[in-house]
């Protein structure tokens, strides 16, 4: 059994990661307009940097659990650091559009391994008793970098230069690499499995199409007609990659995982929790620019409350959920969860400040919450040799589930506007609060599906 103290080093390693490869993902939102100067193009077409990132992610993550089974975890885990590491040094040396999306499809290479291989190196080092605690240690992260991306974007681009975005994961990397090499040891068994180029090509063909129909759905009055094409493209292809990886006797990601209650309620579930997790830091700092007229470095401080909620619940979070069990805190704590997003609806600029940070707070804490416990449960009865497939699956989901939220906030955006007074230009408090209530029902979709898990749900994991 590896020592305590190396299991913890290897979760803080994973956290790490986790943290860069999240953070990447939504750091440079408020420094486009800086790096749009000096490429000499648009802010809009810089955005494509974000785009192919994600793209690039949603083809390669079910791919993950492939090379870790084949080539060892050890390996692929430090090779996906260094990957990550280069590019973002590329990225910061980009004086041209070409070279900086370039750059950006190399480090969604290295996250599409980093992410997913790392959760398998935890939970196959991590004795049962121990998952609860090494998955909120690892989950936090990923909670805590799209809060606090755009505010330390912000600050960076603002008092030093757009390009150190990129160079501050140079050092980060740097240890990365020198710890996975000291803490990780080499898989004593390969899997010398076949590689299965249709799942990954249809599987590639659905993710891909589904998240860029969700970035052009962002502005759905110019694109609707590439938003259908992208997304009849990802109906036919979803549904001859589902039955692909079902009868396959090798396939890219086994979808029979998804007979595992737990399992599947985790996917299902999270796709709507995570969903809702992601628009609330979308919606809110755009709410307070527009509507309480804050400069977007005040607006991202005010939502920093979320990321104080998020940290206040860390430490409470497994002790809650080995006391009173995983079903019934989950259902509670997401009752609470849809709650706070009601709250944010009545948020206006006459509302006291303390009032407001306060709603932002507890939104915090039930996100973190119902995160981990999510991110949690999916592993509960799994055996080791299914832990690398879930994980690419988990992985998908959460990327989807990011993705989707911020469109699913966008839409309701535009729609409320287009119910509304669509004369003006400008969108109104009213379709601020019409957008967060359709994300309070997507919620609610999330917590009818915990209904479905068993009441000893995650009984193997607890300490009783």
Request: proline share 5%.
């Amino acid at each position: 059994m590896t020592p305590q103290k190396n299991v913890d080093l290897v979760i803080i390693l994973v956290a790490a990661t986790f943290f860069m490869e999240n953070l990447d993902g939504t750091i440079i939102t408020t420094a486009l307009p800086s790096m749009a100067k000096d490429f000499g193009v648009s802010a809009v077409d810089v955005a494509s940097g974000m785009t192919s990132y994600l793209l690039t992610l949603a083809v390669l993550i079910p791919v993950s659990g492939w090379f870790s089974d084949r080539f060892g975890a050890r390996r692929i885990f430090t090779l996906a650091i260094a990957i990550f590491t280069g590019a973002s040094i590329l990225c910061g040396l980009s004086d041209s559009l070409p070279m900086f999306i370039f750059a950006r499809v190399l480090q969604g290479v290295g996250g599409a391994l980093m992410v997913p291989v790392g959760r398998t190196v935890v939970l196959r080092g991590t004795p049962k008793e121990g998952v609860i605690r090494a998955i909120a240690l690892i989950t936090w992260p990923g909670l805590v970098a799209p809060v606090v991306g755009p505010a330390i974007g912000g600050f960076i681009t603002t008092y030093a230069s757009w390009h150190w975005i990129f160079f501050i994961n140079v050092p980060l990397g740097l240890i990365g690499i020198l710890m996975s090499l000291y803490l990780l040891e080499p898989e004593k068994e390969i899997q010398h499995k076949p590689f299965d180029y249709v799942g990954f090509i249809l599987g590639g063909l659905a993710l891909s199409t589904l998240i860029y129909g969700l970035e052009l759905s962002h502005h759905l009055e110019k694109n609707y007609i590439m938003v259908l094409a992208t997304m009849g493209v990802f109906g036919f292809s979803t549904y001859f990659a589902y039955h692909h990886l079902r009868k396959c006797d090798h396939p890219l990601v086994d979808l029979k995982l998804l007979d595992i209650p737990t399992f599947s309620v985790s996917i299902e579930a999270g796709l709507f929790f995570r969903s809702t997790l992601a628009a609330i830091p979308f919606l809110m700092p755009l709410l307070f620019q527009l509507q309480f007229g804050m400069d977007p470095f005040a607006a991202g401080l005010m939502v920093l409350s979320i990321f104080i909620g998020n940290l206040a619940m860390k430490a409470v979070t497994s002790p809650i959920l080995h006391r009173f069990g995983f079903k019934r805190v989950m259902i509670i704590n997401g009752v609470l969860s849809i709650l706070s997003i009601i709250a944010c609806i009545f948020i206006d600029p006459n509302m006291p400040i303390s009032i407001i940070v306060a709603i932002l707070f507890l939104n915090g804490i039930f996100r973190s919450m119902q995160f981990t416990s999510i991110n949690t449960i999916g592993f509960a009865d799994l055996a080791p040799g299914q832990i690398s497939s879930a994980s690419a699956i988990t992985s998908a989901s959460m990327q989807l589930g990011n993705t989707l939220g911020v469109a699913l906030a966008s839409l309701g955006l535009v729609v409320a506007h287009k119910l509304g007074d669509a004369q003006t230009s400008s969108l109104s408090l009213q379709d601020f609060q019409m957008s967060l209530a359709f994300i309070a029902f997507i919620s609610f979709m999330g917590l009818v599906c915990l209904f479905r898990l068993p009441s000893n749900a995650g009984e193997s994991i607890r300490k009783t």
